[in-house]
């Protein structure tokens, strides 16, 4: 299975601290996603990371790949009460002409103010 | 812009019953897909379609059937619930890009108690 794991499972920090999630997977891949869901509701896409591609921005999110380790890590800096969700890794293969995206089961993040 | 509209938000079936779970886009996205997310296993795949008329199986179909008529729309049956098929149930769309690299859209999901 290419499925993402991702670690740590649980992570709690102090509002203004850094977060580092990381994500690690099975086989070769076009592109890793990473998605943020709220309690309660549907996920959210945050950054997508091409396989060629070994880091990438977005505000106060970065994301790099390493292919040769087959790994991912998502840090998000300067974090906020707001960024309490979790967090979810998917590896995105082409099979057949289709995309398919598979999660890993999530980093649970808790902020506190 | 609604994105994707799922309903009904909550649904509880006695074992045995039917019932469809709608999912519409307003996109315009050729991909939509079903996923289903339990405690500990994360999102997995049960059915997906490219476009009107293609639809195809995805990790855990079994128990599940869809169809695509339309663009916009991609219902979810399931023609004999089972106390297995609790679970929250999440439709997502995207464009189709051949060689991927698609953000999924998803909607806010519809939690399904079968008793």
């Known amino acids: 299975s290419q499925q993402g794991e991702e670690d740590p499972q649980a992570l709690s920090i102090q509002e203004g601290e850094n977060a580092t999630m990381n994500c690690s997977y099975k086989?070769?891949?076009?592109?890793l996603q990473w998605y943020r869901q709220n309690s309660g509701r549907g996920l959210v896409h945050l950054i997508l990371i091409r396989s060629n591609e070994r880091e990438k921005h977005s505000g106060r999110l970065r994301v790099t790949l390493d292919t040769s380790k087959k790994s991912s890590s998502l840090l998000i800096t300067a974090s906020r009460a707001a960024d309490t969700a979790s967090y979810f890794c998917a590896t995105g293969v082409v099979i057949q002409g289709a995309q398919k995206l598979v999660f890993g089961q999530g980093t649970r993040l808790t902020i506190n103010p | 812009n609604a994105g994707v509209t799922q309903t009904p938000k909550f649904q509880v079936l006695k074992t045995g019953q039917s019932m469809t779970l709608q999912c519409a886009q307003d996109m315009n996205h050729e991909y939509m897909s079903w996923y289903r997310q339990d405690p500990g296993m994360g999102l997995r795949l049960i059915h997906y379609s490219v476009g009107a008329g293609i639809t195809d199986q995805g990790e855990v179909p079994n128990g599940y059937n869809v169809s695509r008529s339309t663009t916009e729309d991609f219902p979810l049956r399931l023609l004999s619930a089972a106390p297995s098929q609790t679970s929250v149930y999440f439709c997502?769309?995207?464009?189709?890009?051949?060689?991927?690299?698609?953000?999924?859209?998803f909607g806010n999901g519809t939690r399904l108690t079968v008793t």
């Open positions: 997502a769309s995207s464009y189709h890009i051949r060689g991927g690299n698609s953000p999924l859209h």
């Open positions: 086989t070769s891949i076009n592109n």
